[in-house]
């Protein structure tokens, strides 16, 4: 069973965003790493880019294939988890603890688009 | 809505927990504890894999072996028996219908076994060119279930778990024994790069092996994630990725099992002449100086020129390194020259290297 915590917006790619003040810390769901299996590998993008909410900001890729990110809000990046350079496999282990990049949002109403931990848990069982 | 096929141990992977998905028509498992964890298991210690899918085709009668001859581009005349030849058979193009193995079971009787993707295909190809010849082919793929035993302990554990004995079989040889009143065939065979068998039997005790097999606990249940892991490390192609109906087997660098000094066979000219004039692409092993991982389709480039395209690409499991195998053209095939891949947005660097990432440990 895939675990969803209490408190954090979801988007139907499978993308978490965890807020925190003007900040967001985007990742991918622990359903999402089971489907994928093994992560070796996180394409990510850099510090000062714009990410906009629905369009791809990078990539994680499992042993078998590659799937893109997109990022569930809109805004500046102005941090990446370079630990996951070093340890892809570290999303495998704590999904939503080893987050990908840190956001600060340009427009924090976006999250009433996402979807909160029920809806996500529906979403998932179909 | 086409529904794909199901092999015979389909409910055992489901009641395993595996990730199915479809392949070459049917839906196969592709993980059970994951894809590295299976690998591992190959590499150091044994697993077995479900190929039920695998087509099979017998091929008998007065003219058989002047007939294998003449669509297989390996060489069987007075091959012995016992013994099994891989290769592949053309279009008059030099493209590929498909790569097999070839069974020698007795003089003008010889089992072959296909891809599964290719079962539809290859059977009208094999039926509709034996015109003018007297065989009889017989398809047997629904008869056939196939388990691939593979990994260092194989032999071991064939032995005293299966009581099949299989030691004295060397590398690319098989055997037909009785095995409860049945017919069953054994080979020293496999796709993985390691020692390994494959058993055909019927569904019935093709079932009963798997069974026993992982009851033990000595032998990893592993999915067709990990079958391409391992294969593409050593460098054995796949059919779909490095041959096609347009990629000839000169191309794919299988020159070897191409026996162009043999009277006849189709699509002779083409690969015989590119055998020895050069052919126009090359497949060639591309290590990359980065993480990012090469996948098929993706561009070869050098400079800004796109110069093929990448086949296969792994971030290596046994090896930690980005590496693919691409088809380009032949005046790029340089070993040791750089070459760049696009993945998504970005170029990468890469060098052009040997097509085997890892070493083969056959017991021949």
């Known amino acids: ?126 | 809505m086409e529904v794909n096929k199901r092999t015979c141990l389909y409910d055992k992977h489901v009641e395993l927990g595996a990730l199915i998905s479809p392949f070459g028509g049917f839906d196969m498992p592709i993980q059970y504890s994951g894809i590295v964890e299976e690998h591992n298991a190959v590499r150091s210690r044994c697993g077995v894999f479900d190929v039920s899918h695998m087509g099979e085709v017998t091929i008998k009668g007065t003219d058989a072996e002047k007939y294998v001859n003449h669509i297989f581009t390996n060489d069987i005349a007075n091959a012995p028996i016992g013994k099994i030849y891989y290769g592949l058979m053309l279009y008059p193009t030099g493209g590929a219908v498909d790569d097999l193995l070839v069974y020698k079971r007795g003089e003008n009787d010889f089992f072959l076994v296909i891809n599964a993707g290719n079962i539809d295909k290859d059977v009208e190809w094999i039926r509709q060119n034996s015109e003018g010849y007297d065989v009889e082919i017989v398809h047997e793929s629904d008869y056939y279930g196939e388990i691939a035993v593979q990994g260092p302990e194989s032999e071991t554990h064939i032995e005293s778990i299966l009581g099949i004995p299989c030691s004295d079989l060397s590398f690319y040889t098989f055997k037909q024994l009785e095995y409860e009143g049945e017919t069953i065939i054994i080979s020293r065979t496999g796709y993985t790069g390691e020692d390994g068998f494959e058993i055909y039997a019927s569904h019935a005790l093709t079932c009963k092996f798997w069974d026993k097999l992982i009851e033990t606990g000595k032998v990893a249940p592993c999915g067709l994630g990990c079958r391409d892991t391992l294969r593409f490390e050593v460098g054995l192609p796949l059919y779909g990725d490095e041959l096609s109906e347009t990629i000839t087997p000169i191309e794919a660098c299988l020159g070897i099992f191409v026996k162009t000094d043999k009277e006849e066979f189709i699509g002779k000219d083409v690969v015989k002449k590119q055998k020895e004039e050069g052919a126009p692409r090359k497949l060639v092993g591309i290590e990359l100086h980065d993480k990012a991982i090469p996948r098929h389709g993706y561009e070869v480039l050098s400079g800004e020129d796109v110069i093929g395209h990448v086949t296969t690409g792994y971030r290596c499991i046994s090896v930690d390194k980005s590496v693919a195998l691409a088809l380009i053209d032949s005046k790029y095939a340089n070993m040791g020259d750089p070459v760049k891949v696009k993945i998504r947005k970005k170029v990468f660097d890469g060098t052009i290297v040997a097509r085997k990432f890892y070493k083969k440990s056959y017991k021949k």
Do not use: R
Not at chain 1, 83 to 95: E, M, T, V, W, Y
Not at chain 1, 109 to 119: K, Q, R, T
């Open chain 1, 1 to 126: 069973m895939s675990k969803i915590l209490e408190g954090l917006y979801y988007a139907e790619s499978h993308e978490f965003v965890k807020i925190e003040g003007e900040y967001g810390y985007v990742g991918i769901t622990d359903y999402a790493q089971e489907q994928l299996g093994n992560v070796v590998y996180v394409d990510m993008p850099e510090v000062d880019d714009e990410v906009t909410a629905g369009e791809e900001f990078g990539a994680v890729e499992s042993v078998k294939a590659a799937s893109d990110l997109y990022s569930p809000i809109s805004g500046v990046i102005v941090e990446v988890n370079e630990a996951l350079d070093s340890d892809p496999g570290a999303i495998n282990k704590d999904a939503y603890a080893n987050w990908i990049i840190k956001v600060k949002l340009s427009d924090p109403g976006e999250v009433e688009n996402l979807m909160d931990a029920a809806a996500y848990a529906k979403c998932i069982e179909h």
